[in-house]
Each structure stands twice: as C-alpha cells, then as structure tokens.
C-alpha cells in the first residue's frame, strides 16, 4: 500500500509522523523506569544498553547504534563514568577514540533494569497476537531497509 498520489497531508496518516509520535510515546513510557526508579537519563540508557549487547565500544559506535547527537552519547559517557558505571581506556591505533566498557557496578544495574524494561514491552506486546508481532517486525525491518537503501 502506497499514499497513492495523495495531495493532502493529514498527519493522522502520514507514517513518518504516526513512527515517530509512536517511537516517543513508548520511549517517555519506558523511561519511566530507568529514570525514575534507576536515576539514568535516556542517553544514559541507551549507552549503557548499548555497551551491555555489544561489548567494548567507542563513542562513534554508540553514535551509528542510537543515532544520538555525538554531543549527547559524550554527556552520558561522562555521566556514567562520574558514577562508576562505564570505564574508558584509550583505543589501540587510534590516540584520538577510548573505549567505553560496563564497569561491574555497570553490568549489575543493566542486569536490574533488564527485567523491568522486558516486563513493561511485555505489557505493551499483549495487545498483539503473535502473528502480528512477526508481522510488525518484518514490516519495520522491510521499510529501515527501504529507507537505508534510499539514503544511499
């Protein structure tokens, strides 16, 4: 399905709006738990997750994995470094970049909030059935691919 040649832009329908007010909408939801209950800001979060999955990472990584402004994943970083969370150690062959590691204090918050943040999408999930779960993310894998290849 296609806007077909639309001339009018209702934004009820236009899907970059809908994504996007959706992708906000369940991440001020999420939010609620690591900010309120752990005290990490979303950056905060996002590096933290990022570094959890991934492993050693430096902060253009963690920028080309969030898509954050360069300038927000350097607030968190230091952020998380203040509090013990991420330890960071300069980069082999490249004097410029350090590489960002979870400290143990920092794997064990990630294994706390962990549970939290699956039990809430857990809840957000119940509405579909399992099928239009599968559905949802082949569509949305199918139209990143189609926006990557546009950009190119």
């Given at each position: ?102 400290t143990g204090a920092g ?46």
């Open positions: 399905m296609t806007s077909g040649g639309r001339t009018e832009l209702r934004l009820g329908s236009f899907l970059p709006y809908v994504l996007n007010n959706l992708a906000e909408r369940v991440s001020a939801g999420l939010s609620g738990i690591y900010v309120d209950e752990f005290q990490l800001s979303i950056p905060e979060w996002r590096v933290l997750a990022n570094l959890a999955e991934h492993g050693t990472l430096n902060a253009r990584q963690i920028v080309d994995f969030t898509t954050m402004e360069k300038s927000k994943v350097s607030r968190a970083v230091a952020n998380l470094g203040e509090r013990q969370l991420v330890s960071q150690r300069r980069a082999q062959g490249d004097s410029r970049a350090k590489d960002l590691e979870l794997r064990a918050l990630y294994h706390r909030i962990v549970p939290r943040v699956l039990a809430w999408e857990r809840d957000l999930l119940d509405e579909l059935s399992s099928g239009e779960y599968r559905d949802l993310m082949y569509l949305l894998d199918k139209l990143g691919a189609r926006v990557q290849s546009m950009g190119e």
